[in-house]
Nanobody, 120 residues
Framework: QVQLVESGGGLVQAGDSLRLSCAAS????????MGWFRQAPGKEREFVAA????????AYADSVKGRFAISRDNAKNTVYLQMNSLKPEDTAVYYC?????????????WGQGTQVTVSS
C-alpha cells in the first residue's frame, strides 16, 4: 500500500506563490514517475504536471506552463509543485499521484489532496 500525503496548500492572493509537497511512503512504493492533478468545484480532475524518476523528464498542462515547476527529492520520497503567479482559476484541491500507467497523465494511486484558494 502506498501512502501519499500532500501539504502546503492555503489561501493566497492573485500573484502570490505557494509550494506544495507530497511525501510518499509504504512498503509497495518503488519510486517512479509522480504527478500533480487538481480538481476545482464542479469540474473533473485535471492533469497539472508530472516528473520522471530522475527528474529529467517533466510535463505540464498548458494552463500552468511558465508558472508552475515540478521537482522531486528521491532521498526524501517527496515531490514538489512550485506555483508562481497564481490566478483565481488555479483554485482547486491539488492531488499528487504515483504508480504511472501511461505518461504523463494516467496514474494508479492518489493522495487525499490539499486545498489551494486564490483570491482576486
Amino acid at each position: 500500500q502506498v501512502q501519499l500525503v500532500e501539504s502546503g496548500g492555503g489561501l493566497v492572493q492573485a500573484g502570490d506563490s505557494l509550494r506544495l509537497s507530497c511525501a510518499a511512503s509504504g512498503r509497495t512504493f518503488s519510486g517512479g514517475a509522480m504527478g500533480w492533478f487538481r480538481q476545482a468545484p464542479g469540474k473533473e480532475r485535471e492533469f497539472v504536471a508530472a516528473i520522471g524518476w530522475s527528474g529529467s523528464s517533466t510535463a505540464y498542462a498548458d494552463s500552468v506552463k511558465g508558472r508552475f515547476a515540478i521537482s522531486r527529492d528521491n532521498a526524501k520520497n517527496t515531490v514538489y509543485l512550485q506555483m508562481n503567479s497564481l490566478k483565481p482559476e488555479d483554485t482547486a484541491v491539488y492531488y499528487c499521484a504515483t504508480g504511472l500507467i501511461n505518461w504523463p497523465e494516467k496514474f494508479r494511486s492518489w493522495g487525499q489532496g490539499t486545498q489551494v484558494t486564490v483570491s482576486s
